[in-house]
């Protein structure tokens, strides 16, 4: 079992900024990366960021330099800071973990909703 919590996720006006974070606890092995998804209503769930064991990241295009993610290795925890925030970044923001063992786990926290006004 892993348990996840799930914070800083809240409503902001356009330009502002939020930070959330995730510690997920429990049964982890060989954790490959931690990152963060989003769903807006009616649309799929995508991809937002990721940080593998390396320290490398990726982005989704659209967040690509006002988004950054962090994470403590040691405490199993990853940030998001979003800055500059726009009304298409509403969405319910998920944390996921994937462990690099075999067969490889994908892990999800319970979500935590980000609302941006206009």
């Known amino acids: 079992q892993v348990h996840f919590v799930e914070s800083g996720g809240g409503l902001v006006q356009v330009g502002g900024s939020l930070r959330l974070s995730c510690a997920a606890s429990?049964?982890?092995?060989?954790?490959?990366?931690m990152g963060w998804y989003r769903q807006a209503p009616g649309k799929q769930r995508e991809f937002v960021a990721r940080?593998?064991?390396?320290?490398?990241?990726d982005y989704l295009h659209s967040v690509k330099g006002r988004f950054t993610i962090s994470r403590d290795s040691a405490k199993n925890t990853v940030d998001l800071q979003m800055n500059d925030l726009k009304p298409e970044d509403t969405a319910v923001y998920y944390c996921?973990?994937?462990?690099?063992?075999?067969?490889?786990?994908?892990?999800w926290g319970q979500g935590t909703q980000v609302t941006v006004s206009s």
């Open positions: 940080i593998i064991n390396t320290g490398a990241t």
């Open positions: 429990g049964r982890i092995f060989a954790l490959y990366s």
């Open positions: 996921k973990i994937q462990t690099g063992g075999v067969p490889v786990r994908d892990y």
